[in-house]
């Protein structure tokens, strides 16, 4: 375990908390008012561990066989919990725009794994850099309309349609950044689905 291991953990355990306080916060005694900024602190919190995990990680040359796998799992874990928490009330997202950030995610953890065991290294993508940018930013800005909500100054229509518009935006560059994703690595992706051709050239 490292000091950028554990800022990555971070991001794990807030997950379930971000959900907690958006469901129970009156029992927590947050009002609905105060509820957008708690939930923009957690996120902020969640945000900054993906960049300090990675930034102390070289810096201090801890990168680590843990390190890498845990990383994206955790960016997977904090993102899609995030996303799955709007799709309650009053938010309230459409379940299957989740879904595609759920098979994004999944298919490229699968392969990146795979590839991994069979010895050779899926290569990072500036689309994947920039699609967790683009979902961070959608968060955000779906936790910022919020706030008029809570005041009454938006209604529950508008926050629903907006925060859809907005989420959709990040789910459409979530398929092409998986598609850039399979297209840069199809060589190794065809030695996994294809060995025995490989095997006899």
């Known amino acids: 375990m490292s000091i950028a ?19 129970e916060h009156e029992w927590l005694g947050i009002s609905a008012i105060m509820l957008p900024y708690v939930l923009l602190v957690l996120l902020a919190i969640s ?16 990168v680590t066989d843990l390190g890498k ?4 799992m955790a ?21 299957p725009i989740i879904f595609i950030f759920l098979y994004r995610d999944s298919v490229v953890s699968t392969l990146r794994t795979i590839c991994a065991l069979k ?10 850099k920039i699609k967790a940018v683009i979902q961070a930013i959608a968060a955000f800005i779906v936790l910022i309309l919020m ?11 508008t926050l629903h349609n907006t925060g859809t518009a907005i989420i959709g935006v990040a789910a459409l560059y979530t398929i092409y950044s998986g598609v850039d994703y399979i297209r840069a690595n199809w060589l190794y ?12 050239q």
């Not at 874990?77 to 799709?87: C, G, N, P, Q």
């Not at 010895?119 to 689309?127: V, Y």
Request: charged share 15%.
């Open 147 to 157: 706030i008029p909500y809570s005041l009454g100054d938006i209604t529950k229509e």
């Open 189 to 200: 992706i065809r030695k996994l689905l294809y060995p025995q051709m490989h095997s006899q």
């Open 47 to 62: 945000e900054l561990s993906d960049a300090f995990d990675g930034f102390l990680a070289r810096r201090y040359n801890q």
């Open 5 to 23: 291991n554990y800022f990555t953990f971070i991001r794990i355990v807030i997950s379930p908390i971000f959900l907690f306080v958006y469901l």
């Open 69 to 72: 796998v845990l990383d994206p």
């Open 119 to 128: 010895g050779f290294a899926l290569a990072a993508r500036t689309s994947g």
């Open 75 to 95: 960016d997977s874990i904090a993102r899609i919990s995030v996303f799955l928490t709007f799709t309650l009330e009053p938010v309230n997202l459409p379940m």
